[in-house]
């Protein structure tokens, strides 16, 4: 394990643990693993944007419209209001 208040490389840097408690990235940040986190936020200039699908286990909430080009799917679902073409 590396424990560090702060890490900067301009190469690499390897270790099976390392505990950083702030990370500030001007690039990309990638990784070959699982990346845990309680928190994904944007700056609210840009969108999140994910290439591959989510599979969520817990309540989607949202305080704006939720839209889909596709198919939308549900086993069980609670509406005051449906807006749309054929169901």
């Known amino acids: 394990s590396l424990l560090l208040d702060s890490i900067s490389a301009t190469t690499s840097v390897s270790s099976s643990t390392i505990i950083v408690t702030d990370i500030t990235a001007s690039g990309n940040i ?11 936020q944007s700056d609210g200039q840009d969108q999140i944007t994910v290439a591959d699908a ?15 080009s596709g198919d939308m799917i549900a086993n069980t679902g609670s509406f ?4 749309g073409g054929v169901f």
């Open 30 to 40: 990638s990784a070959s693993g699982t990346v845990i986190a309680n928190n994904f």
């Open 54 to 68: 989510f599979n969520i286990t817990g309540s989607i909430t949202s305080s704006g419209d939720i839209s889909a």
């Open 80 to 83: 005051n209001i449906i807006e």
